[in-house]
């Protein structure tokens, strides 16, 4: 291998640290600085995610528990932790499937639906604030490097 060879390898290598890095880091931010702007309603980043999950128009008629981890990315264990603290706090219902009586669907619970309806514009300014500076162009093509990332990662 040539000195130049070496010198790109050392180079890419030390760019892939400094993006993974920069990765952790952003995560590390949006689940303080997130939970910061919600903190008035009492939501933790991982319950605005699950909240959102059920929140779209897809979900209305709730989602399966495996549904939801896949879709969230998080384990089942982790999720049924959340599950738990919103189930108590009467934002989301867990209910027996109506095609599989041993699989159960969670949704919104009007609670829940109302406090999506009221953390709209307190997520809406902080994702406003956060993507500051970031062009319409670049954030679909953000968008389109982090999907892309994702799935090379799941395949390792």
């Given at each position: 291998?040539?000195?130049?060879?070496?010198?790109?390898?050392?180079?890419?290598?030390?760019?892939?640290?400094?993006?993974?890095?920069?990765?952790?880091?952003?995560?590390?931010?949006?689940h303080?600085?997130?939970?910061?702007?919600?903190?008035?309603?009492?939501?933790?980043?991982?319950?605005?995610?699950?909240?959102?999950?059920?929140?779209?128009?897809?979900?209305?008629?709730?989602?399966?528990?495996?549904?939801?981890?896949?879709?969230?990315?998080?384990?089942r264990?982790?999720?049924?932790?959340?599950?738990?603290?919103?189930?108590?706090?009467?934002?989301?219902?867990?209910?027996?499937s109506?095609?599989?009586?041993?699989?159960i669907?969670?949704?919104?619970?009007?609670?829940?639906?109302?406090?999506?309806?009221?953390?709209?514009?307190?997520?809406?300014?902080?994702?406003?604030?956060?993507?500051?500076?970031i062009?319409?162009?670049?954030?679909?093509?953000?968008?389109?490097?982090?999907?892309?990332?994702?799935?090379?990662?799941?395949k390792?």
């Amino acid at each position: 291998m040539t000195t130049s060879d070496q010198d790109k390898e050392a180079a890419i290598y030390e760019i892939n640290n400094r993006l993974f890095f920069r990765f952790f880091q952003a995560a590390n931010t949006l689940h303080t600085k997130g939970t910061q702007a919600l903190e008035e309603f009492g939501v933790t980043t991982q319950q605005w995610s699950v909240l959102g999950a059920l929140s779209r128009p897809k979900a209305e008629n709730g989602m399966s528990v495996n549904e939801l981890s896949r879709y969230l990315l998080i384990t089942r264990q982790n999720l049924t932790g959340l599950l738990g603290r919103l189930e108590r706090d009467g934002y989301i219902v867990r209910t027996p499937s109506t095609e599989d009586r041993r699989s159960i669907r969670v949704s919104l619970s009007p609670k829940g639906k109302e406090l999506w309806k009221n953390l709209a514009e307190p997520i809406h300014q902080f994702y406003d604030l956060a993507l500051k500076n970031i062009s319409f162009d670049d954030r679909l093509a953000l968008i389109h490097y982090i999907n892309t990332l994702q799935q090379n990662m799941s395949k390792i």
